[in-house]
């Protein structure tokens, strides 16, 4: 059974730093994808980065572009958001999801994808 753990939100000052992390187990395919979304009050879940294990290419939402980093740990496949300089506008609960090829190499707005995390709340204060 797939499981994706989300940790290391929490509260930052505008201008700061913090990073993501999701830990994932039971997944057995060579190559998928991961992304990180964000749902903030009131709004539509939105994706903010995706990677691409297969040839680890990466792609973010222009809202974030320059500002987060998405990566995983080639050792035990662990992913990562980097969220440098995060604005009041970032607040928002973050999700990691995984998915396999055939549901992620689509355009954006009609990725799919099969595994969820619970969340973790980040809250950036002005």
């Known amino acids: 059974q797939v499981q994706l753990v989300e940790s290391g939100g929490g509260s930052v000052q505008a201008g700061g730093s913090l990073r993501l992390t999701c830990t994932a187990s039971?997944?057995?395919?060579?190559?998928?994808?991961l992304a990180w979304f964000r749902q903030a009050p009131g709004k539509a879940r939105e994706e903010v980065a995706i990677?691409?294990?297969?040839?680890?290419?990466?792609s973010y939402d222009d809202s974030v572009k320059g500002r987060f980093i998405i990566s995983q740990d080639n050792n035990n496949g662990t992913l990562y958001l980097q969220m440098n300089g995060p604005k009041p506008e970032d607040t928002a609960m973050y999700y990691c999801?995984?998915?396999?090829?055939?549901?992620?190499?689509?355009?954006?707005?009609?990725?799919?994808?099969?595994?969820w995390g619970q969340g973790t709340q980040v809250t950036v204060l002005s």
């Open positions: 999801a995984a998915g396999g090829n055939r549901g992620c190499l689509r355009p954006r707005s009609r990725r799919v994808f099969d595994y």
């Open positions: 039971g997944y057995t395919a060579n190559n998928y994808c």
């Open positions: 990677i691409f294990t297969g040839d680890r290419s990466t």
